[in-house]
């Protein structure tokens, strides 16, 4: 049974940064790509970031490069997603999931995000 919870999102100033935190049940998380993703008000979700299984290797959409980082702890069934320099923009519902290129992505396992609001 795969379940995520995020946690860790709040209201904070532009400029300012949260972490975001996303704890994984199920055997497969170390085996699997991670993503961070977002849906903001009227928008469709978007993917943010994702990493693979080893923590090596990670992408960000262009919206988040050089602010975001994505970040994985096997041993804690953990992903997190550091945000800095936050924007008006980036006020959304962030979610984890496995990556997109994952076979173990489904659309079921959406949670129930995590609400970042930056204010101006």
């Known amino acids: 049974q795969v379940r995520f919870v995020e946690s860790g999102g709040g209201l904070v100033q532009a400029g300012g940064s949260l972490r975001l935190s996303c704890a994984a049940s199920g055997s497969t998380f170390s085996f699997n790509g991670m993503g961070w993703y977002r849906q903001a008000p009227g928008k469709q979700r978007e993917l943010v970031a994702h990493?693979?299984?080893?923590?090596?290797?990670?992408y960000y959409a262009e919206s988040v490069k050089g602010r975001f980082t994505i970040s994985r702890d096997n041993a804690k069934n953990t992903v997190y997603l550091q945000m800095s320099s936050l924007k008006p923009e980036d006020t959304a519902v962030y979610y984890c999931n496995f990556a997109p290129y994952s076979a173990s992505y489904r659309t079921t396992y959406w949670g129930q995000g995590t609400q970042v609001t930056v204010s101006s």
């Open positions: 990493i693979d299984s080893s923590g090596s290797a990670t």
